[in-house]
């Protein structure tokens, strides 16, 4: 394979899962209340983090996604933590003496407790076009220097598809793209790139029934149709709501970024269930499909014509890691194809770098080419071997 010296080879992570909850979190409040496992310190990354860009620059891994914890360093409304601001001015000028460039998220799942007591977070204007965009503005300001690229939000849409807010996901979901627009006003001027973290897989019925149809619809409206019209043609279409000019949606990012793990299945009572059906399915109950990834590049390639792509997470929760190189082997193939065909696709960010904490599931998934005692795995020589020949 041949990808070129200016693809851009990475991992991805994020505080809470790496460093810990934040104390001031609303995760962290689940945790306390039993609701979740606890996270402790992530798999170390706040102490080890000289060590962990060390092994990624070693195995060519020279760009990472990490996330600045809003809650570490805003613990209370107007009360910023120096301590935690120096800590992640010490992160990211690591990553740079390692010859690691640091790409910044925001906001992955978790928020300041304050913040989200605010009518909900997001879905409050004043919190969200206010306090929200003074935060990524003093992030700007404070970070930028060292930052290579950002990544304001992660998954707009599995977020508004989990806690608290399943009842309302939709209103939750245009909030969050409202917020992404709100960080590109703040970040588009310091001449990083900007690209978004956006959850895609196909979504396929295995029934042809209307329940399955239902959903089909559904799922594809949430995961596709409300962002991708919006960064199209600058309407913000929320099902069941009249559509609403927002201009300055359109084309909020420079760069389309996305996740992928796997494809959907809708069985015939309008279930989730894996897809294809036949295919192995791992621990975290869906089945890695390759062929998926090149769907959703071709897909973003065909409906937003002339805008660059970047696989942000891609990667396979196991512990059989010869599956996942397998899976790595097959789905890199099938991006080199793409390229080929013309799709402009950027970078490869895998999912993740070291073993960390995986939400609900606690520490029970391992999702990463390194182990947490920082051994690395054959996918990380995969990587190095993929990342080395360009």
């Known amino acids: 394979m041949n990808f070129g010296s200016d693809f851009w080879w990475g991992t991805g992570a994020s505080s809470t899962q790496a460093e810990g909850a934040a104390p001031a979190s609303d995760w962290f409040a689940l945790e306390r209340a039993g609701t979740m496992p606890p996270s402790g310190d992530g798999n170390g990354f706040g102490q080890r983090f000289d ?3 060390a092994l990624y620059a070693q195995h060519g891994l020279t760009h990472h996604r990490l996330s600045i914890e809003w809650a570490r360093i805003e613990p209370e409304e107007g009360r910023r933590d ?3 601001v120096e800590h992640y001015l010490e992160v990211l000028t690591s990553a740079r003496a390692a010859g690691v460039s640091p790409w910044v998220c925001l906001h992955h799942f978790t928020l300041p407790g304050w913040f989200t007591e605010m009518g909900g977070g997001f879905v409050d204007d004043r919190a969200r076009s206010y306090f929200w965009a003074r ?3 003093f992030c700007a300001e404070t970070f930028g220097d060292l930052v290579f690229g950002w990544k304001p939000i992660n998954e707009p849409g599995a977020y508004a598809g989990i806690y608290p807010h399943r009842q309302r996901r939709f209103e939750m979901l245009g909030a969050v793209l409202l917020a992404q627009r709100d960080a590109w006003r703040e970040l ?3 001449g990083k790139p900007v690209a978004t973290i956006h959850n895609l897989s196909p979504v396929f019925t295995v029934a042809d029934t209307i329940p399955a149809d239902a959903m089909q619809a559904r799922l594809d409206a949430m995961m596709w149709d409300v962002w991708m019209r919006a960064d199209r043609d600058g309407v913000l279409e929320l099902p069941g709501r009249p559509p609403v000019e927002v201009a300055d949606l359109r084309e909020a990012c420079d760069i389309i970024g996305f996740s992928y793990y ?5 069985d015939a009572e309008g279930k989730i269930v894996p ?3 036949s295919a192995r399915v791992g621990s975290m109950g869906y089945a890695p499909w390759s062929e998926g990834l090149a769907i959703v590049l071709h897909r973003l390639h065909d409906e937003l014509p002339g805008r660059p792509l970047l696989i942000c997470e891609h990667g396979i929760g196991t512990d059989d890691d010869d599956w996942r190189c397998d899976i790595l082997r097959e789905s890199l193939s099938l991006v080199e194809r793409a390229r080929d065909d013309g799709v402009d696709v950027r970078g490869f960010f895998h999912w993740t770098g070291v073993d960390n904490y995986e939400w609900s599931r606690g520490f029970d998934v391992q999702f990463g080419c390194f182990t947490r005692e920082r051994e690395p795995r054959g996918s990380a020589e995969l990587l190095r071997s993929f990342a080395s020949t360009g």
């Open 188 to 190: 588009r001027g310091g």
């Open 262 to 266: 796997s494809a959907t299945g809708v």
């Open 82 to 84: 120096n301590a935690a």
């Open 275 to 277: 897809y294809p059906p």
């Open 135 to 137: 935060h990524v503005a």
């Open 51 to 53: 060590e962990d860009f």
